[in-house]
């Protein structure tokens, strides 16, 4: 029986207008029926007023760098406007702090701080990361930055890992004190959804001299955020970066937000295009003023909008209020999970040990995740993500209980063997248009999958990729979309 939330009219409005709620796909059994959607932590669907807007925006597309048409200004004034409408968002202060748009995602923005802050302290060459972090807040530094140290998960020698440990970030950060240029750690893990106290973690960095970066790609949309204002203003954030398409608008680009000193200290990390006051044959000036310093080039005028657009609608609704909504949506699905006897739920359990927010992953014992994720898709229409979720790392700590007992009595190469169809976790995740009847059907999935493993995996073979594909059924025409076919009509009828 589905559990009826009570929520704002705002919030009611908002998660009955998205766009793909009601995508239907024919199944493996011949049945049709509307696709649920649980892989919001990779990417999240789009809100329908943010479509709409953008479209209408669209009347008046033109390049923020011209300046005089009617266009141009209105271009120029709402890409403006998507700037300070993240600032306020992020309650990072208009006069320490300043937006910019990146690449594709967050992965942009970290790579650009990871070279900004080496170059704002080139004296400093350690990053502390955590060990639980996307490969995107990890990789850029071990790239840019000389030396990375990962901070261990509290928990971390029994039982399965929790949020980072500040014991264990105060002692590196004693240990190398003058080394150490910045602390770079996710808001919210993109595996188990637990959340890591960054303002605590901000108040030791800055204690010890180290800036704070914030991987925030699955902060935003899930929690309030406030960079800064707190009385401590050690507990203040000195740059966040997250990703429009992780917020509700596909298409919009990555975001930073940074301390503008430190930005002013440097000449900036990518050049050309908009960024220059002028330009002569032996010398260039650059702009003194954000955000144009920090934008080479023209930028992705619509994603910037259509990504203000979804937080105006979110801010609106506000943030505590959507954190609250999802965290009981979260809670209730792991909770009627681990009633389930065969699942195993990765990460600290104990909610008064760590919270978590938008994801959940898990195996079904004795089920290979890539088979039950093609189970889930196949027969009961449930998107989720499974592997490891571009955090190697992490996800090998999550599993190597059951990794360990599955391998004692094996030889090395069967060692092998085994861990890779061991590594890998099925990853449940939620988002603003969740509801407590997607989370029964999940419920009700798995504990069909779970008495009838047999039976669905003789269903199933494995590719010469790895992958498990369906002995019979394949996505049939139906659940095809093709451009290309639909512009046929389009190019050839006259
Ligand atoms: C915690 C975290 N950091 C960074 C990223 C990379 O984000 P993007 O793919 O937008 O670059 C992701 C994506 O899943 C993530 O979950």
Request: some cysteine; aromatic content about 10%; hydrophobic content about 40%.
């Amino acid at each position: 029986m589905a559990v009826t939330q009570k929520i704002s009219a705002l919030l009611a409005k908002v998660q009955n207008d998205f766009i793909g709620l009601d995508t239907v796909y024919t199944l493996a059994d011949g049945t049709k029926s509307q696709r649920i959607y649980l892989d919001s932590t990779a990417s999240t669907l789009m809100m329908g007023k943010v479509f709409d807007l953008v479209e209408k925006f669209l009347d008046h597309y033109a390049n923020s760098h011209s300046l005089l048409h009617f266009s141009a200004k209105i271009s120029t004034n709402q890409y403006q406007w998507a700037h300070e409408r993240v600032l306020s968002f992020l309650g990072a202060d208009l006069d320490t702090y300043t937006c910019f748009f990146t690449g594709s995602g967050t992965t942009a923005g970290i790579n650009r701080l990871a070279r900004v802050f080496r170059d704002f302290r080139p004296d400093k060459d350690i990053a502390l990361v955590s060990v639980m972090e996307h490969h995107s807040n990890d990789l850029p530094h071990r790239k840019h930055t000389g030396k990375v140290i990962h901070i261990k998960l509290d928990n971390y020698d029994s039982g399965q890992p929790g949020c980072l440990s500040l014991s264990d970030l105060e002692e590196n950060l004693n240990r190398f004190k003058d080394r150490i240029n910045y602390v770079a750690i996710t808001g919210i893990s993109n595996v188990t959804g637990i959340i890591n106290p960054i303002y605590d973690i901000a108040e030791l960095a800055h204690k010890y001299g180290a800036l704070v970066l914030i991987d925030g790609a699955q902060t935003a949309a899930h929690m309030p955020v406030k960079m800064s204002g707190h009385n401590n203003p050690n507990r203040n954030i000195d740059a966040f970066v997250f990703s429009g398409h992780k917020t509700y608008a596909p298409g919009s680009p990555g975001v930073v937000v940074c301390r503008k000193d430190i930005l002013l200290a440097i000449e900036p990390e990518e050049v050309g295009g908009g960024m220059v006051e002028d330009v002569y044959i032996n010398n260039y000036i650059i702009k003194n003023y954000f955000p144009d310093r920090e934008e080479a080039g023209t930028p992705n005028i619509p994603g910037a909008i259509a990504l203000a657009t979804a937080i105006e609608i979110m801010d609106h609704i506000g943030m505590e209020e959507i954190y609250e909504y999802e965290e009981i949506l979260v809670n209730r699905a792991m909770e009627r999970m681990l009633d389930i006897q065969d699942i195993m739920i990765y990460g600290e359990k104990d909610l008064t040990k760590c919270t978590r927010a938008g994801s959940i992953s898990f195996n079904i014992n004795g089920m290979h995740h890539g088979l039950t994720a093609a189970v889930l898709n196949d027969y009961f229409n449930i998107a989720v993500r499974n592997e490891c979720f571009c955090a190697h790392p992490y996800v090998k700590e999550l599993i190597l209980d059951d990794m360990l007992e599955a391998v004692s009595e094996l030889s090395e190469s069967e060692i092998e063997t085994k861990y890779k169809l061991l590594a890998g976790m099925v990853r449940a995740s939620f988002g603003l248009y969740n509801t407590m009847d997607d989370v029964d059907a999940l419920i009700t999935a798995l504990k069909i999958i779970s008495i009838n493993k047999e039976k669905y995996s003789n269903h199933y073979h494995v590719d010469d990729y790895g992958n498990y594909v369906h002995n019979t059924f394949q996505m049939d025409s139906d659940n095809h979309f093709s451009i290309p076919n639909m512009l046929i009509e389009y190019l050839t009828k006259m």
